[in-house]
């Protein structure tokens, strides 16, 4: 081929960043919410995420997808899934570095804090094996609904050693899926009809369809059934204690519009043996903090996006020039970024925020985050696609192809988070749940409103018009619904003002209120100009 060209002006790829020590944001709020102690693990993760093979890894798993093998070469059923190597790579390495149970494990103060810092690194690279890696971090608390099934599992849950194979026997490491949705019913579980009939020895044979089973090649799922006391939580393991494979058949893989390197599925139940995990018919009750726990890891799986998405945005404007200037230093380049670092940064505090909450276990904090955690996960996983879309834009072309450039697959990646656990109306409606259920958790919300307030006049007005929201819902509980994602969206901004009023740099504070609050825009970019724009863009 001939030489017809120099290829210049093209901004090389962001590889060997230390993807923790190079996100001020992160760093800070490590450092505010407790976790300073586990900065030397952070600062090895990111060197580690932040690797050309380690980013490489992750375009290859979400490029070579995984398959299903349903049966062996001699017939046999066993439903396995094949993955590329390169997704074995990264989820063991997410598993070494404690990102699925840390906090638990080594319980202290800032260690739900350090483990979601470290999650959202690996996140923030690939995603899609986060999944497997939330729901075994999730399922401990459900877990401990019953001390022998914990005392069985939670040890391999524990464990930081990773293996894919099944094999005939107890491993000594472990992984969790859960499978709660059906066809019928979708986020509505009490509609499922799968059902679950006890034994003379105490377990369950479970017959059903799941339509949507995450992570399948994982050692042990959370099941919901219908036993004679109503919907039921049971533990299914993929291996039986004689070593057999229990019944596990996995129908099809999902075809979905991004988070190809997870393997998503429908699940077909015929006799599989379960073992119930708390009362008969208290099985949304028992599984309900592992649904809690998975939404918190969808606020920071939706942040760590956006800190993905931002950054490369960043470093590509920084070595990009057009019309006479590098793209970051043209007025129109500098009000995006900035934008899009001011949204990246309250998701980053919201979801750190909402980590330490679960650190303290005080009447006042668990409160906050049963509501908090649902109002967080509404406003910045649907954050979440628009973000990436005007990241990818600064790219331009380039940024809506696949080879080496991941924004598009994070364009297709942030939707899932906003689906998963719940999609809109669903955390819209359970977020006027926990407000009547839970009268100490609107005050605790309240309370972190009213900590921020005397400092910005035009954040007063808001939570003065949030209250009134609360109070409006209160009043008439029937209407409510129709209000539910206004006042969702309202505590949501009055949520991430407080937040960073009283932790972020002044800069960032006065970005999120004047485009936040006193003005928002439609578009990002469309700034106050006299705001600090170069300095927020810095923070990218």
């Given amino acids: 081929m001939s030489a017809t060209h120099e290829v210049f002006n093209q901004a090389p790829s962001r590889v060997d960043v230390n993807e923790y020590t190079s ?34 890894d992750a375009e290859l798993a979400n490029t070579i997808t995984p398959k299903l093998q349903t049966h062996d070469r001699w017939g046999n059923r066993i439903d396995d899934i094949e993955f590329h190597p390169a997704y074995h790579r990264i989820i063991r390495d997410a598993i070494a570095h404690g990102a699925h149970t840390s906090c638990w494990s080594d319980p202290r103060d800032g260690a739900h804090v350090a483990r979601a810092a470290t999650f959202m690194q690996f996140a923030q690279i690939e995603p899609g094996h986060s999944c497997p890696v939330s729901m075994t971090h999730a399922v401990v608390p459900s877990l401990r609904a019953d001390q022998r099934i914990a005392d069985e599992w939670l040890p ?75 919907v039921t939580c049971f533990v299914v393991p993929r291996i039986l204690p004689d070593g057999t494979r229990n019944v596990f058949n996995i129908q099809r893989l999902k075809d979905k519009l991004g988070n190809k390197s997870n393997a998503s599925s429908e699940v077909e139940f015929d006799a599989t ?192 018009k949030t209250r009134k929201l609360i109070a409006q819902a209160a009043a008439d509980p029937a209407a409510a619904p129709a209000l539910a994602r206004r006042l969702t969206e309202s505590m949501a901004i009055a949520l991430q003002g407080s937040i960073l009023i009283r932790q972020a740099p002044e800069a960032v504070v006065d970005g999120f209120v004047a485009s936040r609050i006193t003005d928002p825009g439609h578009m990002y970019g469309v700034l106050d100009s006299t705001l600090d724009l170069a300095g927020i863009a810095a923070r990218a």
Avoid at 37 to 46: F, K, M, P, R
Avoid at 332 to 357: K, N, P, Y
């Fill in 23 to 56: 996100h001020a944001a992160l760093v800070e709020a490590v450092s505010v919410y407790g976790g300073g102690w586990a900065t030397d693990s952070l600062i090895e993760a990111g060197a580690l995420v932040g690797r050309a093979d380690f980013q490489r």
């Fill in 156 to 230: 391999r849950v524990f464990s930081r050693e990773y293996a894919h194979e099944l094999g005939s026997g107890a491993k000594p490491s472990a992984i969790f899926g859960m499978a709660m949705t059906e066809k019928q019913g979708g986020s509505d579980v009490r509609a499922n009809t799968t059902r679950a009939v006890e034994q003379a020895d105490g377990t369950y044979l479970i017959t059903g369809h799941k339509w949507f089973c995450s992570a399948p090649q994982s050692d042990a799922f959370l099941v919901l059934a219908q036993a004679p006391g109503g």
């Fill in 273 to 464: 043996v379960g073992r119930r995990l708390g009362d008969e018919g208290a099985g949304v009750r028992t599984i309900i903090e592992m649904v809690n726990q998975t939404r918190l890891d969808c606020v920071l799986g939706s942040a760590a996006g956006m800190r993905q998405s931002v950054a490369e945005a960043a470093w590509h404007v920084r070595h990009r020039s057009a019309f006479g200037a590098t793209l970051i230093d043209q007025p129109a380049m500098t009000a995006v970024i900035a934008d899009l670092q001011i949204e990246a940064e309250a998701a980053v505090w919201t979801g750190m925020r909402l980590a330490a909450a679960y650190d303290d276990d005080a009447a006042e904090s668990a409160a906050f985050r049963r509501l908090a955690t649902a109002v967080g996960k509404y406003w910045v996983c649907k954050r979440g696609p628009n973000h990436a879309y005007e990241a990818l834009e600064c790219l331009g072309g380039n940024g809506y192809c696949e080879n080496g450039f991941p924004l598009s697959r994070r364009y297709r990646e942030q939707p899932v988070m906003a689906v998963w656990e719940g999609s809109g109306n669903v955390i819209a409606l359970d977020v006027l749940r926990a407000m009547v259920r839970d009268p100490l958790s609107v005050e605790a919300v309240d309370n972190e409103f009213e900590r921020a307030l005397g400092i910005y006049r035009d954040y007063d007005l808001h939570v003065e």
